[in-house]
């Protein structure tokens, strides 16, 4: 299944200047290999290892995918959210 990943500003340095960028995936553990063999660059400040890092939160169809099971089934969804870590006080 395509997905959508919509790329906020911060981010779009590491994927070539694209608002957004199309994977396919069928699982979460699908998503995580795409990004990783797609879009290298972008995998490395999203991805620590085999699983998504703190620095960034990812939401699939606006849900967390920290809640998510490993085989979740990402067919019916639609958008992938990345969304840096803000710090600061």
Do not use: C, K, Q
Not at 15 to 44: K, N, Q, V
């Amino acid at each position: 299944m395509s997905l959508t990943i919509r790329i906020p500003t911060p981010l779009r340095e590491h994927a070539g200047g694209a608002r957004t960028l199309p994977i396919d995936a069928t699982t979460l553990a699908d998503l995580r290999r795409g990004l990783a063999d797609r879009y290298p660059e972008l995998a490395a400040v999203v991805l620590d290892g085999d699983a998504f890092g703190p620095a960034v939160s990812v939401f699939v169809d606006g849900e967390d995918v920290r809640f998510l099971p490993e085989d979740a089934d990402l067919r019916s969804a639609r958008l992938v959210e990345l969304l840096p870590a803000m710090s600061g006080g």
